[in-house]
């Protein structure tokens, strides 16, 4: 299998599936396609129905976006517990996926993803407040139910995968979270397949200039 992707440093979508991949011991090889460079419309265009990354090939089968990726290398490897075999705790971790997959937009736009910058901001609008305060109690709340150390227990899952860039985007702006939210990020932070993709984002180079002075919108 193959999965395309983006700047580690910049492509939060991007280090979704790769983390997952990862952290299950999937085997894969990766390409990387450089955002916002002259060639990078015409590579997405020869890889990708909808011109975005990530997409995953497998043979002759193309799947894109990220939690498509997701629950289809969890379908292909079934053993790995990318979810949990308990159909209930399955559809907790879903809806924790899902939620970060469709929503908390305010955060996304004013908090981008950018893991070589730290920037800690002192103030944000109450709408991005909300999204801070909505994570954070999702997390408190899938620690206590589960008893951590990750979302749904004892295995890093998808839903752990899904909101590795949020730590990353905390770690760069500094909001402040409770104690369960901050040792949880740092353990996302310290995870082998996180560790991996923040120091290959490290020392990546291809920057774009406009998301290296904190956030663009
Ligand atoms: N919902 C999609 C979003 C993918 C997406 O927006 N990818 C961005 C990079 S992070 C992209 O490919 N942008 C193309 C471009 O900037 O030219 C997913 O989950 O995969």
Same mark, same amino acid.
């Given at each position: ?10 492509? =939060?979508?991007?280090? +979704? ?5 990862? %952290? ?17 419309? #015409?590579?997405? *265009?020869?890889? $990708? ?27 292909? @490897? ?7 075999? *308990? ?7 879903? $809806? ?12 996304? &736009? ?10 800690? !901001? ?7 407040? +909300?999204?801070?305060? +909505?994570? &954070? ?19 890093? =899952? ?9 730590? !990353? ?9 409770? *104690?369960?939210? $901050? /040792? ?14 923040? #120091? ?5 180079? /291809? %920057?774009? $200039?406009? @998301?290296?002075?904190? /956030?663009?919108?």
């Amino acid at each position: 299998m193959k999965l395309y992707i983006g700047n580690k440093n910049y492509s =939060s979508w991007s280090m +979704r599936p790769w983390v997952a991949m990862t %952290a299950a011991g999937i085997p894969f090889e990766e390409e990387i396609i450089w955002l916002d460079e002259a060639d990078t419309a #015409a590579r997405l *265009d020869t890889v $990708s129905p909808s011109k975005k990354i990530p997409v995953l090939v497998d043979e002759n089968l193309t799947v894109w976006d990220s939690l498509s990726i997701c629950e289809y290398v969890h379908e292909k @490897y079934p053993a790995l517990n990318l979810w949990p075999d *308990d159909k209930r705790k399955r559809a907790y971790g879903r $809806s924790l996926a899902a939620e970060m997959h469709s929503g908390f937009s305010e955060l996304r &736009q004013a908090m981008n993803m950018n893991i070589r910058l730290r920037l800690p !901001m002192k103030n944000y609008s109450n709408a991005v407040a +909300r999204d801070i305060n +909505r994570i &954070q109690a999702l997390w408190t709340e899938s620690l206590q139910r589960y008893g951590g150390p990750w979302l749904l227990g004892a295995t890093f =899952s998808i839903a752990d995968a899904f909101y590795a860039p949020v730590v !990353m985007r905390f770690q760069t702006y500094s909001p402040s979270l409770n *104690d369960s939210a $901050s /040792h949880y990020m740092q353990r996302v932070i310290a995870h082998p397949a996180v560790a991996a993709w923040i #120091a290959a984002a490290s020392t990546e180079g /291809h %920057a774009i $200039s406009k @998301y290296d002075h904190g /956030h663009p919108e």
